[in-house]
């Protein structure tokens, strides 16, 4: 039986949603939000661009790309508060935080 792949977006989505936020879809990716806390969620694949601006961002990619990203993240010294969430092929996935 062959498995069954869920895309990125969609994994953003379910884990945003799973521990409280509301997900909503933007012209520049997605906006998770909670009680005071609006989170911009950008699912990097085949893209990665970072935005120059805001309070709290989380960019979503593989967990064996996740390291780099969070690197890289470092390495530009952005203003923003972020984190990397990498998904796991098992369904979980692991934080990366600045």
Partial sequence: MAAVSTSLDERARSIF???????????????AAHKWREVGVTVLEDDISFPETGEMHCFVTSAAEAPDVGDRLSRMDVTYDWAVIGVRDDGGYDVVRA
Wanted: aromatic content about 6%; overall charge negative.
């Fill in 17 to 31: 949603d799973d521990i409280g936020y509301t997900v909503s879809r933007t012209e520049d990716g997605l906006r």
